[in-house]
């Protein structure tokens, strides 16, 4: 099921203090996302945050559990894990495990290639 708006406006107000906060409605859920990086997922009245080789051991250790997904009749999961509860009431714990999401979210962002420059000289030629 779909996120509600309701949640949606919850979790922007709620991740607001790291950052510019945008949501954008995806594969019948909705990426999170903090001035431009991806850094959680929203399904039904859930949230997920991003977790990468650095922060996973962590998530496990604390019992949490990572997002499901089925496609094409095989289950297999995703690089977001639940977060605990305690993320609604508890600013520390926000910070902590928000914290997670976004270093995980920064790590994940890969530069942009360059062209070489004996690429952009043959590029040119092929243009003319």
């Not at 080789?53 to 496609?71: C, I, N, Q, S």
């Not at 360059?114 to 043959?122: H, I, R």
Request: with cysteine.
């Amino acid at each position: 099921m779909a996120p509600t708006a309701s949640h949606l406006d919850h979790l922007k107000d709620l991740f607001s203090p790291f950052g510019a906060i945008a949501i954008r409605k995806m594969f019948g859920g909705a990426g999170v996302y903090c001035d431009g990086q991806i850094f959680a997922i929203a399904d039904d009245d859930d949230v997920w945050l991003k977790v990468d080789d650095v922060t996973r051991a962590e998530f496990e250790a604390a019992g949490l559990k990572p997002f499901e997904v089925e496609m094409q009749g095989k289950k297999g999961t995703m690089s977001y894990y639940k977060p605990p509860d305690d993320i609604y009431d508890d600013e520390d714990v926000l910070r902590h495990w928000t914290g997670l999401a976004l270093g995980a979210a920064a790590r994940a962002k890969k530069p942009a290639k360059k062209k070489s420059t004996a690429k952009k000289k043959a590029a040119g030629k092929k243009a003319r």
